[in-house]
């Protein structure tokens, strides 16, 4: 069961990155744009960028109950 656990930290772990990613390059875009005078299309971004910021903070928010999990399971000697 360890070996799924970790298995599964690693997954979320690669999706942090991934959700996290994808909101900084939004964001960026995002702010390209609003110079550019793209109001409406830097708005758009910058919602899609909170998205995926918000998903990755609810998947830091798994990843820390999985970690508190494997503590509590090596505590039982499981």
Known sequence: MPDARRQIMDTTIAEILEEEGLAHELAGLAHELEQDGHHATAHMLR??????????????????????????????GD
């Open 47 to 76: 919602h899609m960028s909170r998205r995926h910021r918000i998903n990755g903070l609810a998947l830091r928010g798994n990843l820390a109950v999985l970690q508190a999990a494997g503590g509590t399971a090596a505590e039982s």
